[in-house]
């Protein structure tokens, strides 16, 4: 599986004298069993790009291509590049338009032609995947607390089976506990599973917490693409494009600045600690 | 797409237009279409045309933002227009197989169409110029002799000024919704009339319970703001006239009884 | 007496199926006191489904209490003629910012407040001038709200409130929908409100980060009060708070993972300068 950008730009509303560039010249290859966090200000841009992945939006310019082919293609199947590459948007329990929990999450495999079956079979296990409580199974989705819903809905984009995984900040507006859940649900689900995860996000922490590789986008194009603690060296640029680093980055900066050889790159809460543990386990404080 | 939409939006500007007394405005467009429906030949259209241009030009949006707003009605128009080319009856000057074409029917679908065109720019000047708040305080005053008799004008000028704030926005969210459902394999586009019917449900259920969702909010913030009807509310923005929302009148009405005028001598000389 | 007082408050609702039939009753705010000081800057933090907005419609009169009392500057809430005044005096700022924003011009949006209150049409002009720059907005008073950013939409939000000239502003949740920006934008002009204009605030959140400047901190659970306290008090009990579905700021837990690991680190770190004058004083 691979997802290649070639060189695509985007402007939106082309012709009508309000014409905004919102990606300009973004070239980047996604593979396999990858878990990806884009990061990026509102109007960066990030969300333009995730919407060319699965051909919700055309490229004006450039050229997308899955498995090695062009998705602008005449004979293309872009319905069945939508099921590969699955999107879960921003608050995606606005969707939901089903009787019951259980038939919204069909909606998708359905829509995909599968017989009732396999329809059945694979919106048992999608529900089970986002450890929504089987007892709720047939209850009305307008019924369920905010999480419950959030979690029918990424189930009902899951239920599609697609080998990239898409989401928009599937954390917004969900209590710090809530946060959690969601996303530890989402990284046990990518070491299991395996598929490739694109994670949205506004939040410095969580993306440093579970992500491998950060592309963080400004003014529609790819300012860096990294592992997490190569981008956030760049702590200072981040900053001047309105983004910041996690707290996590400019404490180890600021001790190193006073002169403790602490490691600068850590970027989580459990790396910062084992290195300056280490270092005043030797000395002490 | 839903975006396109642009009828009901303010543009804005500094512009004499937009400086009018928003009463002067309503009666203005009622006047304006009246007089579309008064025009009846090609020197009607071209009286029209210059009345037009120049409300255009004074008002500052550009022509292009107004034309955007028509994008959405095209294939009404190419409707209306086939079944006047078409149904028409007269002297056929064009046949081919069951179908002619008469010289009445070229004239009264080119009419149609105009006049449609005519319509939809016309009255969209008057939304694209006018806040929502003085396009409804504009109404609520015209009418207020009608509270008289039990009709609750202040109520109904705030419903149409929320609706309109709120149009943008329900366009954008039905626009993601389509986008969320058609990521999950949704198909708004292909099949007959009952599939494709059918296909909007996914579309329209979450729709509504946004909208409704919506209501509840703001009713809940209008009230925290010490809403409580229309009795007692003053006014940032009070409707008073000037000057120039005299001589706007004037205009108007010679305007008016310009086109009525071109129409009556282009009838006795017997001009197209 | 306070700004805002609540005594023995209960709040309950009834649960019903499908018909229509009452299954059951909720109790969404179970007997809480509380008491805010003229100028104080609270929090009331609390996972969603906590009763923290179900209170915080009561102190604006939304709702009224089916048990115990509030009183808003010694108005009781429960009184139907107080209830203009109790909203003029506290005002409320919504989490969604477009279901908050009236008209579609910003500075006719802030007008709407004072309209509604009969103030002539003078003086409606001088406070929405006033309103609008004390959050920073006036320059965009003829923009359409649509155009704004999320944190600008608060911020107008925010001006409406003001315009009504109110002693205690409520914020319910009023970052949850926006990014980090428009989150520290819409924080600051809170404290600036409460430091410059004396306005008592009362920030209802589930944003650990967001409370570290205020005053007093309550925590709600299950409709009551579980904890209350500073910010430093409240935070240096990790353990607890994420018993009730809260976490601290990330410098706290680092410090809490620290003390575990040996080093002496005192309880109570908020800050990053806390923790690093800590660990190099």
């Known amino acids: 599986m691979s997802l290649i950008f070639d060189h695509v730009s985007y402007t939106y509303s082309i012709g009508s004298g309000y014409e905004t560039k919102a990606l300009s010249d973004v070239s980047l290859k996604i593979g396999e069993r990858e878990f990806i966090g884009i990061i990026g200000h509102t109007g960066s841009g990030k969300s333009t790009l995730v919407q060319h992945m699965n051909g919700l939006l055309k490229a004006t310019e450039g050229k997308i291509y899955y498995n090695g082919e062009d998705i602008y293609d005449k004979d293309y199947d872009l319905k069945d590049l939508r099921t590969q590459v699955g999107m879960v948007f921003q608050y995606p329990e606005h969707q939901l338009f089903e009787t019951s929990v259980f038939e919204d999450v069909k909606f998708g495999p359905r829509n995909q032609g599968l017989d009732e079956q396999e329809v059945t079979l694979r919106a048992y296990e999608a529900l089970t995947k986002v450890k929504f409580p089987e007892d709720r199974f047939d209850q009305s989705p307008f019924d369920l607390s905010g999480g419950q819903k959030r979690r029918a809905a990424i189930a009902g984009v899951l239920a599609m089976k697609p080998a990239i995984l898409i989401l928009d900040e599937p954390t917004a507006g969900l209590d710090p506990k809530g946060r959690d859940e969601i996303l530890g649900m989402i990284s046990d689900m990518h070491n299991t599973v395996g598929n490739t995860i694109v994670l949205v996000s506004h939040s410095m922490e969580d993306v440093a917490e579970y992500v491998d590789r950060i592309i963080v986008m400004d003014e529609g194009s790819v300012l860096y693409d990294g592992t997490p603690s190569e981008v956030f060296s760049h702590y200072k640029k981040l900053e001047e494009i309105g983004l910041a680093a996690p707290e996590v980055t400019y404490l180890m900066h600021e001790l190193a600045d006073r002169g403790i050889p602490v490691d600068v790159n850590a970027t989580t809460i459990e790396e910062a600690c084992e290195s300056i543990a280490a270092y005043y386990g030797r000395t002490g404080i | ?272 | ?281």
């Not at chain 2, 202040?154 to 954008?172: D, G, K, V, Y």
């Not at chain 3, 965009?140 to 409406?160: D, E, F, N, Y």
């Open chain 2, 1 to 272: 797409m839903m975006r396109e939409i642009t009828i009901g939006q303010y543009y804005p500007a500094k512009s004499v237009i937009h400086s009018l007394d928003p009463r002067v405005k309503l009666f203005g467009t009622l006047m304006y279409i009246i007089a579309l429906f008064i025009a009846n030949s090609v020197s009607g259209f071209v009286f029209m045309t210059i009345v037009l241009s120049g409300i255009i030009i004074m008002s500052k949006v550009p022509f292009g933002y107004m034309v955007k707003g028509l994008k959405a009605i095209v294939v009404l128009l190419v409707v209306a227009g086939l079944f006047n080319l078409f149904l028409t009856p007269g002297i056929p000057v064009f046949t081919f197989w069951k179908f002619s074409i008469s010289m009445a029917g070229i004239r009264g679908a080119a009419l149609m169409v105009f006049r449609m065109i005519y319509l939809i720019i016309g009255t969209s000047i008057m939304s694209l110029t006018t806040t929502p708040n003085q396009l409804t305080d504009g109404l609520e005053k015209s009418m207020r002799p009608l509270s008289a008799i039990g009709v609750p004008v202040h109520e109904i000028a705030m419903m149409m000024s929320i609706a309109l704030r709120f149009i943008p926005i329900l366009t954008e969210e039905t626009d993601k919704i389509m986008k969320a459902q058609m990521a999950r394999g949704a198909d708004f586009d292909s099949g007959g009339i009952i599939r494709k019917a059918k296909a909007l449900v996914p579309l329209l259920v979450p729709l509504f319970v946004s909208a409704f969702r919506r209501a509840n909010d703001l009713a809940l913030a209008m009230e925290a703001r010490c809403y409580n009807g229309g009795e007692g509310r003053t006014k940032m923005k009070p409707l008073s006239y000037e000057t120039r929302d005299g001589i706007a009148y004037l205009i108007i009405l010679i305007a008016f009884i310009g086109i009525i005028a071109v129409e009556i001598f282009r009838k006795k000389i017997g001009f197209i």
């Open chain 3, 1 to 281: 007496m306070g700004i805002v007082e609540a005594k023995n408050l209960l709040y309950e609702y009834f649960k019903r199926d499908d018909e229509g039939k009452v299954t059951g009753i909720e109790t969404a705010i179970d007997h809480i006191d509380l008491s805010v000081e003229q100028g104080q800057f609270i929090s009331i933090l609390g996972h969603n489904g906590s009763g923290k907005s179900t209170l915080a419609k009561h102190i604006n009169a939304l709702l009224v209490p089916a048990e115990g009392s509030v009183t808003v500057d010694g108005l009781d809430t429960s009184d139907t003629k107080n209830h203009l005044s109790v909203r003029q005096i506290a005002g409320m700022v919504f989490q969604n910012p477009d279901n908050q924003i009236i008209a579609s011009v910003v500075e006719e949006d802030v007008a709407f407040g004072p309209e509604n209150l009969g103030v002539p049409t003078e003086e409606i002009v001088e406070r929405v001038e006033r309103s609008l720059k004390s959050v920073g907005m006036w320059k965009k008073r003829t923009h359409s709200p649509g155009r704004l950013s999320g944190g600008q939409k608060q911020r107008v939000a925010i001006a409406g409130v003001m315009a009504m000239e109110p002693k205690c502003i409520i914020f319910d949740e009023p970052t949850a929908m926006l990014d980090p920006g428009g989150r520290a934008e819409v924080i600051s002009v809170a404290h600036e409100l409460n430091k410059k204009k004396g306005i008592t605030v009362i920030l209802i959140t589930h944003y650990m980060e967001e409370v570290v400047g205020s005053d007093r901190v309550f925590v709600m659970d299950h409709g009551k009060v579980v904890m209350q306290g500073t910010p430093r008090e409240i935070f240096s009990q990790v353990e607890e708070l994420k018993k009730y579905r809260l976490g601290v700021p990330q410098m706290t837990l680092l410090a809490d993972e620290l003390r575990k690991k040996g080093l002496p680190i005192p309880a109570g770190i908020l800050t990053r300068e806390e923790l690093l004058n800590a660990l190099c004083p």
